[in-house]
């Protein structure tokens, strides 16, 4: 079993930044791509960004592209998403999930095993 915790959400104005963190509890962490997902009130949980075991290979959704960066440090347990240039509309829970498996489906949420309990990002306009 994989606990994750996230950290670094808040309120930010738009245009502003803020990181997120991921701490996961295993021994095993570099084996497991990473993800990140958002939930809106109202709204379907929705994909933001992936990263491979290695942090080689990344992939963002096309509403997040050139403002997010994910990334992770596989000596610390840790997964990132940096935020920039923040808009009232990323506004949401943002959640890390670990993937068994290799890097596929990975803007899939229904592929992802583990679950963060997710942190709260507001960002006002």
């Known amino acids: 079993q994989v606990q994750m915790v996230e950290s670094g959400g808040g309120l930010v104005q738009a245009g502003g930044s803020l990181r997120l963190s991921c701490a996961a509890s295993?021994?095993?962490?570099?084996?497991?791509?990473m993800g990140w997902f958002r939930q809106a009130p109202g709204k379907e949980r929705e994909f933001v960004a992936a990263?491979?075991?290695?942090?080689?290979?990344?992939y963002y959704a096309d509403s997040v592209k050139g403002r997010f960066t994910i990334s992770r440090d596989n000596a610390k347990n840790t997964a990132y998403l940096q935020m920039n240039s923040l808009k009232p509309e990323d506004t949401a829970v943002y959640y890390c999930?670990?993937?068994?498996?290799?890097?596929?489906?990975?803007?899939?949420?229904?592929?992802?095993?583990?679950w963060g309990q997710g942190t709260q990002v507001t960002v006002s306009s």
């Open positions: 999930a670990a993937k068994s498996g290799g890097y596929y489906n990975i803007d899939n949420s229904h592929d992802y095993d583990y």
């Open positions: 295993t021994l095993t962490f570099g084996s497991y791509p």
């Open positions: 990263v491979s075991g290695s942090g080689y290979n990344t």
